[in-house]
């Protein structure tokens, strides 16, 4: 079994920034994708940007720009740098983990965790 454990969601005002982690530990396989998705309420769930063991990355086009994700192989982290953030960011941000097969795939693949609130207010 996977765990994924996020943390540095938080209230910030709209062009401000946030930094996003996880840390993931449990059954991990070496050939995966890690990456954050988001939801809003009456939403659907939505990748925000994912990041291969190999450094590839993939974003949403509405965070180009100004979200970056990382990942540290070596402690098994991945880190969302969120920057001019918009009140329509406003969402829970979900930590992913995933075989590399399903990297860029929709649906519900993986293992995710429990979710931490980004909130950005005018």
């Known amino acids: 079994q996977v765990q994924l454990v996020e943390s540095g969601g938080g209230l910030v005002q709209a062009g401000g920034s946030l930094r996003l982690s996880c840390a993931a530990s449990?059954?991990?396989?070496?050939?995966?994708?890690l990456g954050w998705y988001r939801q809003a309420p009456g939403k659907q769930r939505e990748l925000v940007a994912s990041?291969?063991?190999?450094?590839?990355?993939n974003y949403a086009d509405s965070v180009k720009g100004r979200f970056t994700i990382s990942r540290d192989n070596a402690k098994s982290t991945v880190s969302l740098q969120m920057n001019s953030l918009k009140p329509e960011d406003t969402a829970v941000y979900y930590c992913?983990?995933?075989?590399?097969?399903?990297?860029?795939?929709?649906?519900?693949?993986?293992?995710w965790g429990q979710g931490t609130q980004v909130t950005v207010s005018l």
């Open positions: 992913n983990l995933r075989s590399l097969r399903y990297w860029k795939s929709s649906g519900d693949f993986g293992s």
């Open positions: 449990g059954s991990i396989f070496s050939i995966n994708v």
């Open positions: 990041i291969t063991g190999s450094g590839d990355t």
